[in-house]
C-alpha cells in the first residue's frame, strides 16, 4: 500500500509567479485535503476535494485554487505569489472527509523570494 | 484567536521522564487527533479519539479525550529519544467535518 505522494519537495519561485504542486493519494482514499504550515504554526486547512468537487474552503484567497482527478490525485494552484505563501504545503488524504484522520506527505517546501 | 490551545509549547526533558501535554479549547468536537511530525516530514497520525472520556493506549503513550469533548492529553511514560518531535492536535467539528482545527503543537525534546 502506498502513502501519500508530493511533488517537487523544495521549489523557490519569485514573487508574482505561479506554482503549481501536486499529489498522488493513498490507494484507496477519495478525499484529498490541502494544508499550509507557515513556520513554527500549526497546519492550516486551505481546501478538500472530495470525488473531483471541492468541498470545503478555508480561509485562503481565490488565487489559490485545486483540481481533483479521476484517479483521486490533486493539484494545488496559487496564483501571484506573494513572499507570505512561503510555506510547507501538505497533501492529505483519507477515506472518511476527515472524521478519523488523515494520511499527510511529506510536503513541498515553497520559498517565495 | 487560536481555536486549539496547546501546552506547553516547548518541552526538553531527560530520557526516561514522564511528560503529559495538553490540548483544549471552548469548542465542542465530533473527533481530535494527535499527530507527529518530525523536521521535514509531514504529520503522523498517532490516535484517534471521538467519544467524551474515552482513553486509548499506544505501548508507552496514552490519549485522553474530555468528558465535554472539549480537550484532550497526551502522557508519554519513561520518554525516549525518539519520541523526538512535534506532537499535534487536531479536532474536526460535526458542521465542518471536512477540515481539521490544528494547534500550534508542543515541540518536544528528549535527551539522552
Known amino acids: 500500500e502506498t502513502g501519500v505522494t508530493q511533488s517537487p519537495t523544495h521549489l523557490i519561485k519569485t514573487r508574482g509567479q505561479q506554482v503549481t504542486l501536486r499529489c498522488s493519494s493513498q490507494?484507496?482514499?477519495?478525499?484529498v485535503s490541502w494544508y499550509q504550515q507557515a513556520l513554527g504554526q500549526g497546519p492550516q486547512f486551505i481546501f478538500q476535494y472530495y470525488r473531483e468537487e471541492e468541498n470545503g474552503r478555508g480561509n485562503f484567497p481565490p488565487r489559490f485554487s485545486g483540481l481533483q482527478f479521476p484517479n483521486y490525485s490533486s493539484e494545488l494552484n496559487v496564483n501571484a505569489l506573494e513572499l507570505d505563501d512561503s510555506a510547507l504545503y501538505l497533501c492529505?488524504?483519507?477515506?472518511?472527509?476527515?472524521?478519523?484522520?488523515?494520511?499527510f506527505g511529506s510536503g513541498t517546501r515553497l520559498t517565495v523570494v | 484567536t487560536q481555536l486549539l490551545e496547546q501546552s506547553p509549547q516547548f518541552l526538553s526533558i531527560q530520557e526516561g521522564e514522564n511528560l503529559t501535554v495538553y490540548c483544549n479549547s471552548s469548542?465542542?468536537?465530533?473527533?481530535l487527533q494527535w499527530y507527529r511530525q518530525e523536521p521535514g516530514e509531514g504529520p503522523v497520525l498517532l490516535v484517534t479519539v471521538v467519544t467524551g472520556g474515552e482513553v486509548k493506549k499506544l505501548k508507552r503513550l496514552t490519549f485522553q479525550f474530555g468528558d465535554a469533548r472539549k480537550d484532550s492529553s497526551l502522557h508519554i511514560t519513561a520518554a525516549q529519544p525518539g519520541d523526538t518531535g512535534l506532537y499535534l492536535c487536531a479536532g474536526a467539528r460535526g458542521g465542518s467535518n471536512y477540515k481539521l482545527t490544528f494547534g500550534k503543537g508542543t515541540l518536544l525534546t528528549v535527551n539522552p
Open positions: 492529505a488524504s483519507s477515506s472518511d472527509r476527515a472524521h478519523y484522520g488523515y494520511t
Open positions: 490507494s484507496g482514499h477519495n478525499t
Open positions: 469548542s465542542v468536537f465530533s473527533s
